[in-house]
């Protein structure tokens, strides 16, 4: 058996530390060939083509095939995993929200050639900034595939609050389970101690609600300009190791819960069709959102807040008709 795997913005940033990461057989396992699809703009086609040689020479012997393309129908074309990583980055000042127009236009020609090429079963996860409307955008313009098919990447801000809570409570990033981030991958995004657990004890038991409030969740919620500020550029080795978390639980399963964003069906009151980031289990290749959580009043004045952040976006792309 082999997988397709098309990765776009391949000569990016992220691209080049996630690359090689799948070659090697750590998103998909060892037992999977792959034919690795990298899709690049024009100007930047130069560029993939060196990292495909650097691909030949690690000898990788997953790696059944490597292409390069610069139009998204060939690209697409019976894919089985589709990463869309490729959009512009905000650059210093920038919110996440001044990247909608900007990259919006990519994810409705890209939506759309999903829709007439892909396999029947195909996973595709968004990473492209602003990620979760980006997905919404895509699913929008791709009617034919279930929208249970995409997702966008809110694993990211779930593995920086484990790092977090795990530092502030000196003890190992595995002693952290069930450690959920709801919504929006934006500041407003909301990681649930209510649920997560510590050794057997529910995280929020274990912190003080000042911390909590006024240092963990601006901390993980801003980690990405914390990053942006200190490196100069947006998060790229940390991105692609969660988009091969996320795929790889998708596919191979995981215990516990983790986070991905996907369509709401109206759970926890999120709008229909909304791509939120919900407390999801993973197992037999497919992911399913937990629907049965109890939220607290804290809990559920955060959600609330950035699913009104979802909201405005998806009324923003509305009136941009990119979807
Ligand atoms: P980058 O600028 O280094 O690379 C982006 C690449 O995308 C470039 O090579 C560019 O040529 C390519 N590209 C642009 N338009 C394209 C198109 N239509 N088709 C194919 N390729 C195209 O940026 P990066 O650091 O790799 O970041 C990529 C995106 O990921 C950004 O939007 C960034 O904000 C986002 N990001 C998301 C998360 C997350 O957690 N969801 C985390 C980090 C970064
Ligand atoms: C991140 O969270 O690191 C990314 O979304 C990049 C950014 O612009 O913050």
Redesign the pocket.
Known sequence: MATTVTV????????YALLFRIASGQMLGPDEKIHLRL???P??VK?AEGTALELQDCAFPLLASTEIFDD?GPAFDAVDVALL??????TKGME?AD?LEA?GA?FT??GEALNKGASSDVRIL????P?NTNCLIAMNNAPDIPSERFT??????ENRAVAQLADKLEVGVEDVQDLVVWGN?SPTMFPDLFHANVKGERAVDKVEMDWYENEFIPRVGKR?AEVLEARG????A??AN?AIDHVRDWVLGADGLRSMAVHSIGAYGVDEGLVSSFPVRVSGGSYEVVEDLEIEDFARSRINNTVNELREERDAVKELQLI
């Open positions: 776009t913005g391949a000569a990016g940033q992220i691209g899709l690049e703009i100007d930047a560029a998204a990583v490729g959009a512009r980055p905000r996440r990247l990259n990519i020609q890209q968004v990473v492209g900034n990620a966008a990447m809110t694993r990211l801000d991958h990405g550029a947006s998060s790229a940390s991105a969660a």
